[in-house]
C-alpha cells in the first residue's frame, strides 16, 4: 500500500535535490576559472580590477595564479575558462596548436635585473642584458632562478642562451618557486635574480636589493590574454570567458590597468589599440 507520508517526503526529497543542482549549475555558469602569472596576483592588481567586472557582469572570477608553463598546461587540458599570461613563444604556440584562439595584447611592465647593492658583478654598467648576464656567469656571483617554467624562467633562459652561457656555474641556483619567493631568497643570500618590475615594486619595501640592470626592448613583459578553443572543450564557460576578454580591452579596464599603482609607482601600461 503506498505510503502518503513517505512518498510525499521522497517528493520534497527529490524537489529540493534538483533544486540544488539547478542552483550548483547556475553558480558553474558564473564562475570564470582564470589561469594567470604569479605577477599578476603579486602585484595586486587583479585584486584591484576585478571586482569591477564582477560588479557590472555578475560573474565570479577565480584566479588561479601560477608559472606561464604551468597556467598555459591547465588550458591546454581544459581546466580552465581563459588564459592570461606573458610567454609570447609559448603562447604562439598554444595558438598555433589549435588550443588558444583570440590573442589579446592588453598590458605590458618589464624585465629588471636585482642583485645586492655593491653590484659585485659589476653589472650595471652594462650595454644590454645579455653583457649584464655574462657578468654574473664570469665572476661566478650568486643568481637565484625561478626555474618553474613561468614566463620570468623562460625570458632568463632565453638570455643566457643568447649570452651562450649554460647556467650551470656554481653561483647558480633553481629553486622551482614563484617570484615572490625567489624575491626573498635571492634577498636572504644578497643575490641576483630577474623580476617583472611589477613584483619587485609590491615586494621593494622586504627587501634589501636593488635594480642591477633595467631597459631595452629585450627586457619588455607583454602580456596576453587568450580564449580557449571551443572545438576542443565544449563544456568550458565560453560565455564567461569572453566577456572578461572584452572587458580587458575594454576603455575602462584599459585606464583602470593604467591608474593601478603601488607605492605611488605605475607598475603596467596598457598595451590594447
Excluded: C
Excluded at 3 to 19: D, E, P
Excluded at 177 to 200: I, N, V
Amino acid at each position: 500500500m503506498f505510503n502518503f507520508k513517505s512518498g510525499l517526503t521522497a517528493f520534497i526529497g527529490m524537489a529540493l535535490l534538483g533544486s540544488t543542482m539547478v542552483s550548483d549549475t547556475v553558480e558553474a555558469t558564473e564562475v570564470i576559472k582564470l589561469a594567470t602569472t604569479t605577477s599578476t596576483d603579486n602585484s595586486g592588481l587583479l585584486r584591484a580590477i576585478l571586482p569591477t567586472f564582477e560588479a557590472e557582469s555578475g560573474y565570479k572570477v577565480q584566479v588561479i595564479a601560477t608559472g606561464t608553463g604551468k597556467a598555459l598546461k591547465l588550458a591546454r587540458q581544459g581546466d580552465v575558462d581563459v588564459v592570461m599570461t606573458h610567454a609570447p613563444a609559448a603562447e604562439a604556440k598554444f595558438v598555433n596548436e589549435g588550443y588558444g584562439t583570440t590573442p589579446r595584447g592588453i598590458m605590458e611592465n618589464d624585465f629588471v635585473v636585482l642583485g645586492p647593492k655593491n653590484d659585485p658583478a659589476k653589472m650595471s654598467g652594462s650595454k644590454d642584458v645579455v653583457e649584464a648576464f655574462k657578468k654574473v656567469a664570469s665572476t661566478k656571483s650568486t643568481f637565484i632562478s625561478r626555474g618553474d617554467n613561468s614566463g620570468t624562467n623562460m625570458k632568463e633562459l632565453a638570455i643566457w642562451k643568447e649570452a651562450s652561457v649554460t647556467p650551470d656555474f656554481s653561483g647558480y641556483t633553481s629553486i622551482g618557486q614563484g617570484m615572490g619567493k625567489t624575491l626573498l631568497m635571492a634577498d636572504e643570500k644578497q643575490a641576483y635574480t630577474l623580476t617583472d618590475r611589477g613584483t619587485f615594486v609590491a615586494y621593494k619595501s622586504k627587501l634589501d636589493l636593488a635594480i642591477t640592470f633595467e631597459g631595452g626592448a629585450a627586457l619588455a613583459n607583454p602580456y596576453q590574454i587568450m580564449l580557449i578553443n571551443a572545438e576542443k572543450y565544449p563544456d568550458l564557460n565560453h560565455q564567461g570567458a569572453k566577456a572578461l576578454s572584452d572587458w580587458f580591452i575594454s576603455p575602462k579596464a584599459q585606464q583602470m590597468i593604467n591608474d593601478f599603482k603601488v607605492q605611488g609607482e605605475q607598475l603596467f601600461k596598457a598595451t590594447y589599440k
